[in-house]
């Protein structure tokens, strides 16, 4: 499998009788009922429960799954296909996969066009990972972190992180040379029909042209579209999923939270890059 040891950085071997996954050092990491992997060593977490909670995973997913960002995982099966027609059995790493929503898209995508993709997904938190987990048994998922991706080296044809921290040297150990790595940003203007409800003086998000030495740029491709939510469950759980549940004002979220009905541009950038 993909994955391997966080601690030796050895390979995973699945130990039947024990319902586990070892390495050849004798590292054990049990299997959990829902499927997935904890490899997130005690001595790498910054905190007792990283990443998001219980709330702001279950918020993501009804967002998600109520078609709000549907334009945006359209786009990226899209791409992927396009990145990845000579593959056969691509190998596909979510980096910061969440509750797994982009991941399972891609790889339901990618079986319509007869393909048999390997798709692998990792995330910080616990959370979000056990409910991949239980949603989309087809993928292996683990506890990790992209300070140090619990992945073999030149493992994946295809990366895809979104709107998760980059690790640009982490980032091109686990990619294949020639391989993609797909990159989802904010544009500009990326809900900022919240922002004029949240924030006394709305900004825009910066525009960055980044590159990452041992990738290739190779394009930019901006996905926009419109939302207009007309009931506060949906308006908060789009607002939990994003940085701004972590920043905002007291006083800017007492108005959203008497918002009834919200009109936003949503705003994305695909950015591909290739292994050299």
């Known amino acids: 499998m993909g994955f391997i040891c966080p601690i030796c950085k050895g390979p995973l071997f699945y130990a039947e009788k024990e319902h586990a996954f070892r390495c050849q050092k004798g590292h054990s990491y049990d299997l959990a009922s829902e499927g997935y992997l904890y490899l997130l060593p005690p001595n790498r977490k910054h905190s007792k429960m990283p990443g998001d909670d219980k709330k702001m995973v279950a918020a993501r997913r009804r967002c998600l799954e109520r078609g709000t960002y549907q334009i945006f995982g359209d786009a990226l099966d899209q791409i992927a296909s396009r990145c990845l027609s000579q593959k056969d059995s691509p190998v596909i790493l979510d980096a910061g996969c969440g509750e797994g929503w982009y991941t399972n898209g891609l790889k339901e995508s990618l079986l319509q066009e007869g393909k048999t993709p390997l798709v692998f997904g990792f995330d910080i938190s616990k959370f ?23 992945f073999s080296d030149c493992g994946a044809d295809l990366l895809l992180d979104v709107f998760s921290p980059v690790m640009p040297q982490e980032f091109l150990r686990v990619v294949k040379p020639g391989g993609i790595f797909l990159l989802a940003v904010p544009g500009e203007r990326h809900l900022f029909g ?3 409800i949240l924030y006394e003086h709305p ?12 990738f290739s740029f190779l394009e930019r491709i901006p996905v926009r579209g419109e939302l207009k939510l007309h009931d506060r469950e949906a308006i908060m759980d789009l607002f939990a999923m994003t940085p701004y549940a972590w920043k905002t004002p007291k006083e800017g979220i007492e108005r959203l939270e008497q918002t009834e009905t919200l009109k936003t541009e949503i705003v994305f950038d695909w950015i591909v890059y290739q292994k050299d």
């Open 128 to 150: 979000a990972v056990k409910a991949a987990a239980k949603q989309y048994p087809g993928i292996s998922f683990a506890v990790g972190s992209s300070f140090e991706i619990p």
């Open 203 to 214: 900004y825009e998000n910066e525009h960055r042209k980044t590159e990452y030495d041992g």
């Open 194 to 196: 919240y922002k004029e």
